[in-house]
């Protein structure tokens, strides 16, 4: 049984500590004679402070040992099937990745093989995506897809300002459209950078993502540019890049307005050239203007690395770029952030020598085919799956939620008990609600990995069965006792903004939030 939550974990912590027993357990006697060994990893640690920086330190063995057990609380990355990102790499990768922690990529005159590697990178990519070959293409690696998108927005903006005060016009009122199916990134850069956010609602029968149809509504003379979502966080749809790129062209034939498009292939990027090759959607779309994606999702790295490449140097406004003098050499820099680690770039690049075309997409493949086994097997049971994966183009997402039929049987069933019971058993599966205009809808998602093998699949396929019949009926209610408790972690409440001075959503003219960051 857990923890009332009106009790005080800590107060009882010390309450315990203070046994007359103890006495015998004294820090400085807990040890023994220094010149008996032992493993001291309770001993050395229990006194340590967790908000403060300890007066004296402890052996780098324990601190090591402290931390170790600590962290081992953490689910398992393996069965983390909430998470794009990527949880494993191969020794070699380990090893280059160790070697060449301690470089900072930025320090081009100290670490010139790193700079190579990292352009090396971007133009393989941008021959991946389909580059012009009269087109020089620029672009850079990023902390992750996110400072991808804030760069690709601000560039977008930046030109369009240019535009407006070219033409004396009002230059102070820039507008983006993106789908409400959107990762938290793209709001992030409309409320950081000053942007009005038009969110283009879904809806379930188009697979919770942006119609360009509906995103031209939102479209006028402010407009920056569209952002089109190359995977949906929520289903693994792809938005259609060639058709709002169509719809824009006979915009501007009607209006004159000129309309970028800005690609966020957080996802899609290292999925749709190897497994969908005719699809249109990259620099073989004249609209599209730049393009992001995550290394560490399917291309296959540790997290954080992303990815952003323009068409042309042109496109990357002059604001944006820095001329750097710094450490003997001159340099161009038009990332966010300054200092980045070389390792995770150099990785990318491991993974594309020891891969290839053909290895990624046979892993591709391989992922495609193991989310099509769960979504069958889902789709014949209690299940009703949202995602397309039995049509393409799509990531290997499986979206899928309680069938109708199933909640008319069981109508006391709360599907987000599904969740909290797959974690007792290591399976990290989100439950969460539809974007909005399908708010009412809550999905089950499962991204099929590199590491989520068919033997897992399987696995998976029974507890989720075994799961959801042992909801039916009377005992199934009993879930209801327990299941607000379960995940409760208190300690994670330390540093965390105090909501009443950060979460004005509801009050007039407060900051609104449609995605969250939980979806990545």
């Excluded at 897809?145 to 977008?156: F, K, P």
């Excluded at 009002?170 to 793209?186: E, I, S």
């Excluded at 090759?277 to 291309?299: M, Q, Y």
Aim: charged residues 20%; contains cysteine; aromatic residues 8%.
């Amino acid at each position: 049984m857990s923890l009332s939550r009106h009790i005080d974990a800590d107060e009882v912590i010390a309450k315990a500590k203070s046994h007359p027993h103890t006495k015998y357990a004294h820090p400085g006697r807990r040890s023994g004679p220094h010149k008996i060994s032992s493993w001291a990893r309770d001993e050395d640690g229990a006194s340590l402070d967790k908000y403060t920086i300890p007066k004296h330190g402890i052996p780098s063995r324990s601190a090591y040992q402290v931390l170790h057990d600590e962290t081992a609380l953490d689910g398992n990355p393996l069965l983390n099937l909430a998470s794009f990102v990527h949880t494993w790499m191969p020794e070699e990768a380990n090893k280059l990745i160790l070697e060449n922690i301690n470089k900072n990529i930025v320090d081009l005159e100290e670490y010139p093989a790193a700079g190579i590697i990292h352009n090396r990178c971007i133009s393989m990519i941008a021959n991946l995506w389909k580059a012009p070959k009269d087109a020089k293409v620029i672009g850079t690696a990023t902390a992750g897809s996110s400072e991808a998108i804030l760069l690709g927005g601000l560039a977008m903006k930046k030109r369009w300002q240019e535009a407006r005060k070219a033409a004396d016009k009002d230059y102070y009122h820039p507008n983006v459209v993106f789908g409400a199916n959107c990762q938290v990134a793209l709001e992030k850069f409309a409320r950081y950078f000053d942007v009005e956010c038009r969110l283009v609602p879904v809806k379930a029968e188009n697979g919770f993502i942006m119609n360009p149809h509906d995103a031209l509504e939102y479209i006028d003379e402010n407009t920056i540019g569209v952002m089109v979502i190359l995977g949906s966080t929520y289903t693994g749809h792809f938005e259609d890049v060639h058709l709002m790129s169509n719809l824009l062209d006979n915009l501007q034939k009607r209006t004159g307005l000129d309309i970028p498009i800005h690609v966020d292939a957080a996802s899609g990027g290292f999925v749709a050239p190897f497994v969908y090759p005719h699809l249109k959607w990259a620099f073989d779309v004249k609209r599209v203007v730049s393009i992001n994606t995550s290394g560490h999702k399917f291309g296959l790295v540790y997290p954080g690395l992303g990815w952003i490449l323009w068409r042309d140097e042109n496109l990357l406004h002059k604001d944006l770029v820095f001329e750097l003098h710094y450490l003997g050499s001159t340099e161009y820099t038009f990332t966010l952030n300054f200092s980045k680690p070389a390792a995770p770039v150099i990785a990318q690049m491991y993974n594309f020598l020891n891969l290839g075309f053909n290895g990624y997409k046979r892993i591709a493949v391989k992922d495609l085919r193991n989310a099509r086994m769960l979504s069958r097997a889902l789709d014949s049971t209690h299940f009703k799956v949202l995602s397309n994966i039995h049509i393409p183009p799509g990531l290997p997402v499986v979206s899928f939620k309680l069938s109708d039929e199933f909640m008319r049987e069981n109508p006391n069933v709360q599907q987000r008990w599904i969740q909290v019971m797959l974690r007792t058993k290591g399976w990290i599966v989100p439950n969460y609600g539809a974007p909005a205009g399908a708010e009412d809808v809550e999905i089950l998602r499962v991204v099929v990995r590199e590491t989520l093998t068919e033997d897992l699949i399987e696995r998976l396929i029974v507890d989720l069965l075994e799961i959801t019949e042992s909801l039916q009926g009377a005992e199934g209610t009993m879930m209801a006792t327990v299941s607000n408790s379960v995940l409760h972690q208190p300690d994670k409440e330390h540093g965390r903004p105090d909501k009443d001075n950060f979460g004005d959503a509801d009050q007039p003219g407060g900051a609104q939030q449609s995605g969250f960051s939980r979806q990545c």
